[in-house]
């Protein structure tokens, strides 16, 4: 079985893959300082 792994769409923004699959997405909002990151 493969492992997780993101891949970056634009400068914030991620899919999540597992295997072959997109599974969810990740976004990173906030400034530098104070950082999210927002899982669907």
Do not use: N, T
Not at 8 to 37: F, P, W
């Amino acid at each position: 079985m493969r492992g997780y792994h993101l891949l970056q769409l634009a400068s914030d923004s991620y899919d999540l893959v597992l295997g072959d699959e997109i599974i969810g997405s990740v976004v990173r909002s906030g400034s530098r300082r104070d950082q999210r990151k927002i899982c669907d």
